[in-house]
């Protein structure tokens, strides 16, 4: 799906009053559109969560993604440091 419209889709939801967070493997998108709540991450298109088969690294990206959803000052991209990774 495209960064562009899981953005709308997530400001339409939020309007609801249902919390979304996306990743962003595009953040020049994101930045344009302002999702209510983004992760932007650095991985290639069809890899939103790094290698495969890496837990430790998939079980962090998810915990950044959940800490997004308690936050209320929206929008917010935020990204997560996998330096090192």
Known sequence: MCHQT???VGAELE???IVTVSV???????RKV???RA???PY?????LGRPNDPPLQRRILRALLALARRDDVPVIEALDVTGE
């Open 6 to 8: 899981v953005g709308l």
């Open 15 to 17: 309007r609801r009053g």
């Open 24 to 30: 962003s493997l595009l953040p020049e998108i994101s």
């Open 34 to 36: 302002r999702p209510p």
């Open 39 to 41: 992760l932007e991450l």
């Open 44 to 48: 290639s298109l069809g890899y939103p």
